[in-house]
C-alpha cells in the first residue's frame, strides 16, 4: 500500500506490514523504517515528523554558525588588529585579561548592551579603562559584521554608557620654568638631553628614543620626526600628522652637537640616544628613563615627575609665550586642532620657529615670564 505524504511517500511492505517512509534529497531516494503501525493515517502522521526533523536539520545545518568571542578575537588579531606595537601591545592586554576571561566561550550576539554595561561598570578599573574595553568590544561587533558571521546592524556597544569616561582621574602636571631647571640640575646625560628635546619640541617618548642623527638638518636647523619606539621594537609615529618635520633653535641645536660629540654613537645612523648597555644597536630602555626621571624629581624636590609630563609642559610653555592655538597645533603635531583646544586655523614655518624658540629661551636660560598652565 503506498499513500503520497506533503514531501514523499508512506509505504507499506508486503507480508511484514511494515510502514516505510521515501523521499528524494539531492537527486537520490532515501527511506526511514517508520514501524508497525495500526492504520495508514498513523503512518502519514508519523512521516510528518520525520520530514519535520529533516527539514529542522536542514536549516540548522544551512544557517551561518554565530562565533565565540575567542573566534572572533583569534580573527580579529590576524585581520584587523592594528600594526602598530603600542597600539597592538593595549589592545592584546585588555582582550587577554578582560574580555576573553568572561566572554570568551559566549556567542558575540551575546555581548548585548545591558549584560555588556552591568559587567563593565562592576570591574574595578578607572572609567577611562572601561571605555576602552567597551570600545575593543565594539571593534570585535564590526569585524563580525563585516565578515558577514551576524548581520549588520546599529553596534550594541554604542547604547553602553560609561559615567566619567571622559575625565581624567589625575590632572597632567605640567612644570613651572624654576622646577624643570631644578629638575634639570640633577639629570645625568643623556636624561638631561633627552628631557631637553622633549621639552623644547614636545616630544612623545617614544619619539625622542626613535630619533637617529640623520633626522637632524644641521645646516638649515630642522629635526624630521620620522619613527617611534615602544618595548624596544621600532615602528611608526603615533599618527601620520606626528611626521614631521620640526624647526630647531640654534641653542637646542648647539646642545644636541655636543651631545653627538660626546656620544660613542655619533654616525648619521646610529640613535641620538642610544644605550652603551646595548652596544648603540637600541637606545635607552623606558624603564632606565622612568627611575632617571624618579631620582631626578625626588633630588631635586620637584616631585613626581613622567616622560610624558615635558609634553604637557611644552604645551603650556607655548600658552604662556604667547603661541597661537593655530601654530601650537602644529607644533604638538596634533591631527586635529581640537585636540588642542577647538580652534582652526594655519601658520607658516617662521611662526613656528619663533615659538619654539621662546621655549628654548625658557628651557636653557629661564627668560621670559610663565605660568604653568593645565593643557587641554
Not at 15 to 26: I, L
Not at 192 to 213: D, H, N, P, Q, Y
Not at 331 to 342: E, G, P
Amino acid at each position: 500500500m503506498r499513500s503520497r505524504v506533503r514531501t514523499g511517500s508512506v509505504v507499506q511492505e508486503k507480508g511484514t506490514g511494515v510502514w516505510r517512509f521515501y523521499w528524494w534529497e539531492n537527486g537520490k531516494r532515501r527511506a526511514r523504517t517508520l514501524g508497525l503501525l495500526g492504520s495508514k493515517t498513523a503512518a502519514i502522521q508519523a512521516a510528518d515528523k520525520v520530514r519535520d526533523e529533516i527539514q529542522k536539520a536542514r536549516a540548522t545545518q544551512d544557517a551561518p554558525t554565530v562565533p565565540t568571542v575567542t573566534q572572533l578575537i583569534e580573527g580579529y588579531r590576524a585581520e584587523k588588529m592594528p600594526k602598530r606595537y603600542s597600539t597592538r601591545r593595549s589592545y592584546d592586554v585588555w582582550l587577554r585579561l578582560y574580555v576573553q576571561p568572561r566572554w570568551g566561550d559566549s556567542a558575540i550576539t551575546e555581548l548585548q548592551a545591558r549584560p555588556v554595561e552591568l559587567w563593565l561598570l562592576s570591574l574595578d578599573l578607572t572609567p577611562r579603562s572601561r571605555s576602552s574595553i567597551r570600545f575593543l568590544i565594539g571593534l570585535l561587533w564590526d569585524f563580525a559584521m563585516w565578515r558577514g558571521d551576524v548581520p549588520t546592524a546599529r553596534n550594541p556597544m554604542s547604547l553602553v554608557t560609561i559615567p566619567g569616561a571622559s575625565k581624567r582621574t589625575r590632572k597632567p602636571r605640567s612644570l613651572a620654568v624654576d622646577e624643570f631647571r631644578k629638575l634639570l640640575e640633577h639629570m645625568e646625560e643623556p636624561f638631561r638631553t633627552m628631557a631637553l628635546a622633549c621639552v623644547c619640541f614636545g616630544l612623545r617618548i617614544s619619539e625622542a628614543l626613535g630619533l637617529k642623527w640623520s633626522d637632524v638638518d644641521w645646516l638649515n636647523g630642522g629635526l624630521h620626526i620620522q619613527r617611534s619606539i615602544v618595548r624596544q621594537r621600532v615602528g611608526e609615529t603615533k599618527t601620520e600628522y606626528s611626521d614631521r618635520a620640526l624647526p630647531v633653535d640654534a641653542e637646542l641645536l648647539a646642545v644636541l652637537k655636543r651631545w653627538k660629540q660626546a656620544t660613542q654613537f655619533g654616525a648619521a645612523d646610529d640613535w641620538v640616544f642610544a644605550s652603551p648597555a646595548q652596544i648603540g644597536r637600541l637606545p635607552w630602555a623606558a624603564d632606565s628613563l622612568n627611575r632617571a626621571y624618579r631620582k631626578a624629581g625626588k633630588a631635586s624636590g620637584v616631585g613626581h615627575v613622567s616622560t610624558h609630563t615635558m609634553r604637557h609642559t611644552y604645551r603650556s610653555w607655548l600658552d604662556a609665550v604667547g603661541t597661537t592655538l593655530a601654530v601650537q597645533q602644529k607644533l604638538m603635531r596634533h591631527a586635529d586642532i581640537r585636540t588642542t583646544m577647538n580652534v582652526y586655523g594655519d601658520v607658516v614655518t617662521d611662526e613656528m620657529s619663533k615659538a619654539q624658540s621662546k621655549v628654548v629661551a625658557l628651557a636653557l636660560n629661564g627668560n621670559g615670564t610663565e605660568t604653568a598652565r593645565t593643557p587641554s
